[in-house]
């Protein structure tokens, strides 16, 4: 049986991270397994890309049919492949506000307040703009500013400003709350996933072994402990021994199922799927939170917004030529150019919506092609109150999970996305947007509450976020302790974002680098 020292399952955000971490010293025999492929096409590292690229690097899960979407199955996209969601995502670097890691401090996850996360964000990024007390400079994560923003994204920014909101230059700095650019994790025009930064030094370096196309089956477990991983890869399966540790770090949905196949979750649910119990652990797939989203669309005359036409797709072919000469121009869009962060009521603390504005007109997460040119706004509930479950629907690794986000069956998610969604539509028709003459698609002429939350139900989805299935905590139906160690097992550790005790107010890539990183400093204490 081939062995290692550690073997990490998942080479997405918080997989490459912590395992190119565990690498990087030398002193661990390091294999990182993934089901999915290398994710070095061009169509990856070219930001603008990004509806065009390759179907082999989504898991494209859809959820059970959703009572508070009015029946609707959801559009669920997962990375698959090195750099797991990095390398799909509109690589938007955001870490949430301080208050959400304070309260993740107060939830039982000791270690993990603000002052105390931040040295890890820091050390993961490599900030073009240098360090200083909020950023690192020179960490694997590459961390850019928008070199050609689209006019109409900072248009959107005066509109907000029009309404007094504040500005920010700067949403991981001390000016969470307001509207601006973000930040994107890109390097010289290219997108920069997470296995760019950490994993391709190491496996360039002969120090850290990579297994792609492996689709992991279980876990292992002998006395209590974690021992071995097995595989099926290139139509056989095979087992790798793991002297010192195994790191799961599949997301919020692979990990709870590789959990569950394993026989570490819900008793009950194992036992209907005939999976043998060895360790019961109600959490595992529980507590799933998602940040339950809304687009606003405005078709526009003319051509200067991005837009499905003949002069559309010839301007697209142009900016496709300069990247690919020069790595310039437009085609380093990450879409989601500008946004921001409010409050919806006066009586809220921190911001409760996030904005991501778009110069196109976006319908069903980009898959329906809109023969129109114009703008779209995002607006998603930061902190949903719904929670939802991750199960299995079958023993079969090769199946998909079971997804049910139970979006908006909380009522307060369905009021402040009501609230946001009023705020937005004002942001969108102030006088610095509402001279390019757009018309709304969807909400025009409406005022009425009730009619716009139907419309709401009828059209809202996941922005792409989900966390929780196996929460941290210091309490013993936590599935991993501060340390993400798996509670009850020796040897199992977790590294992604089914950790987080409670969703973050934002993006949700950045604070699972920073989750790898902490994994990668508690193994090597653990092991020495």
């Known amino acids: 049986m081939e062995e290692y020292d550690i073997i990490v399952v998942g080479g997405g955000s918080g997989g490459s991270a912590v395992a190119g971490r565990l690498a990087s010293g030398g002193r ?103 360090a200083d007390a909020h950023h690192g ?29 504040p500005r920010s230059d700067d949403f991981n700095g001390p ?26 030094p ?50 919020a949905f692979g990990t709870p199922q590789t959990l569950m196949l394993s026989g570490i979750g819900p008793a009950d649910h194992l036992r209907e799927q005939g999976i043998p119990v060895v360790l019961d652990r109600a959490a595992v797939g529980a507590d799933l939170q998602d940040h339950i989203d809304y687009v606003s669309g405005y078709e526009t005359d003319g051509y200067e917004f991005l837009g499905g036409s003949a002069r559309g797709a010839v301007k697209q072919i142009g900016a496709i030529v300069e990247w690919l000469r020069h790595r310039t121009g437009r085609l380093t869009t990450p879409y989601a150019e500008a946004g921001g962060f409010a409050r919806t009521s006066p009586d809220v603390a921190v911001p409760d919506v996030q904005f991501h504005f778009v110069p196109a007109v976006l319908e069903d997460h980009g898959r329906t092609r809109v023969k129109a040119h114009g703008f779209s706004c995002h607006v998603c509930v930061l902190r949903p109150e719904s929670r939802g479950t991750v199960r299995l629907g079958s023993p079969d690794p090769r ?27 004002r942001i969108l028709e102030a006088p610095p947007l509402a001279r390019h003459g757009g018309r709304d698609r969807h909400t025009a002429g409406i005022e009425d509450d009730a009619r716009l939350v139907e419309i709401i139900r009828n059209r809202a989805d996941t922005v792409y976020h989900p966390v929780g299935t196996a929460r941290m905590g ?55």
């Open 399 to 425: 199946a998909a999970p079971v997804i049910d986000p139970r979006f908006l069956s909380d009522d307060r998610d369905t009021e402040v996305l009501l609230r946001g969604t009023k705020l937005m539509r």
């Open 202 to 251: 190491e496996v360039a370096a002969g120090r850290l072994a990579v297994k792609t196309g492996a689709l992991v089956e279980k876990i292992g477990v002998e006395n209590g402990r974690a021992r071995s991983v097995t595989i099926r890869r290139g139509g056989r399966t095979e087992t790798l021994g793991a002297r010192g540790a195994v790191i799961l770090s599949a997301g």
């Open 474 to 528: 210091s309490d013993p139906d936590a599935v991993v302790d501060p340390r993400l160690k798996v509670r009850g097992l020796d040897g199992l550790y977790i590294a992604d974002a089914s950790v987080m005790p409670r969703i973050v107010s934002g993006n949700t890539n950045a604070p699972t680098v920073m989750i790898g990183e902490r994994c990668a400093e508690f193994v090597t204490a653990d092991l020495g």
């Open 137 to 165: 400079g020179d960490g694997p994560l590459k961390v850019s500013d928008q070199n050609w923003p689209h006019p109409g994204s900072l248009d959107f920014i005066e509109a907000g400003a029009s309404l007094q909101l």
């Open 28 to 130: 661990y025999r390091v294999c990182l397994i993934e089901a999915g492929g290398t994710n070095t096409s061009w169509r990856v590292r070219a930001p603008g890309m990004l509806p065009f690229l390759p179907k082999n690097t989504n898991w494209r899960f859809e959820t059970v049919p959703q009572p508070g979407l009015n029946g609707r199955r959801g559009y669920q996209p997962r990375g698959k492949g090195l750099g797991g969601s990095s390398a799909i995502n509109a690589m938007i670097y955001i870490r949430g506000c301080a208050w959400d890691y304070d309260r993740w401090a107060e939830l039982g996850a000791t270690g993990w307040s603000h002052d105390e996360v931040l040295p890890y964000f820091r050390r993961a990024e490599g900030n073009v703009r240098g």
């Open 175 to 200: 000016q969470f709350e307001g509207v601006g650019l973000y930040q994107v994790t890109q390097y010289r025009g290219e997108r920069w996933s997470v296995a760019r930064g950490y994993v391709e």
